[in-house]
């Protein structure tokens, strides 16, 4: 069902095989063949996952002769990162109200 479909960044990592890809990737850029030698999948399912993390923005390609060469677009984790950061800010200030809240009513 397409309502519950997430291509934003924590969408995209929601899945192993790209979390793997993205660390990978974080090392050093690399083609679709390499990666491959690294994960237990086909040259296709790699090209699959490749694509949603392109999609999220947490990856680039550029060419390279015949080659894709990919790797992590600093940006769209930049973007992730601030949105992590936001839940966390958000989470915190709400335990710190219920904390203050405890805090009154034991006064």
Known sequence: MATYEDDTGLGALN???RR???LSLAAR???VVELE???PISRPAVSQHLKVLKAAGLVTERAAGNRRIYQ????GLAALR????TFWNR???GYRIVVEQQEEEQS
């Open 15 to 17: 899945d192993a095989t």
């Open 20 to 22: 793997a890809i993205v």
């Open 29 to 31: 850029p690399q083609a």
């Open 37 to 39: 030698t690294e994960l």
């Open 72 to 75: 992590v677009n600093a940006a």
């Open 82 to 85: 601030d949105q992590l950061d």
């Open 91 to 93: 989470a915190m200030a």
